[in-house]
């Protein structure tokens, strides 16, 4: 998997572009996103995965992908453990598109939840992409999100923006 790190990130512009209309200029956050792809994938802790379909017709490349993280947050009564799950990346370029790939990917991720005794998954969804989600069991959630965004200059050196 560590070696698809680039190829889930070209997909993941593909995704980026889904979600917010336009595809992201190159930049630094190509690298940070390969490293840490390439960093977190390999952790003994298994706290990432990716999941992925090779292209049939393109040796090297990626038709589709899905990549989640485990987060232990404080546990409640819906969620004992706190074991969160979040998708973060699911995307099927558009050349392979309608084939099920992202289904199996997702299918796979999933699974590997369960297989850790993750008992909640969040994600984000694109409209092309929430009935994929929804025939997976996914529903909307009450309550409002919040979130706060710091401009990117205010990273520090050497750390993720």
């Known amino acids: 998997m560590v070696d698809d790190a680039a190829e889930l990130v070209r997909l993941r512009g593909l995704m980026i ?15 940070a996103a390969r490293d840490t792809l390439r ?26 992908c899905a990549v989640g993280t ?6 409640g009564p819906g969620n004992p453990s706190g074991l ?12 392979h598109r309608r084939r099920g790939y992202s289904r199996a990917c997702m299918e796979a991720l999933l699974d590997w939840y369960r297989r850790r005794g ?3 998954v ?3 969804a694109s409209e092309s992409g ?13 309550g409002s999100t919040l979130r706060l965004t710091f401009p990117v200059a205010a990273a520090p050196t050497g750390q993720p923006a």
């Open 17 to 31: 572009a889904a979600l917010e209309g336009a595809e992201p200029p190159p930049g630094p956050w190509r690298d």
């Open 39 to 64: 960093e977190r994938l390999v952790e003994p802790e298994e706290l990432m995965a990716a999941f992925v379909v090779d292209a049939p017709d393109r040796p090297g490349t990626l038709a589709a």
């Open 70 to 75: 485990i987060d232990r947050r404080l546990g």
């Open 84 to 95: 969160t799950g979040y998708v973060f990346n699911v995307c099927t370029d558009p050349g």
């Open 118 to 120: 993750v008992l909640r």
């Open 122 to 124: 969040d994600l984000r």
């Open 130 to 142: 929430e009935p994929l989600y929804r025939s997976l069991g996914f529903r909307p959630t009450a």
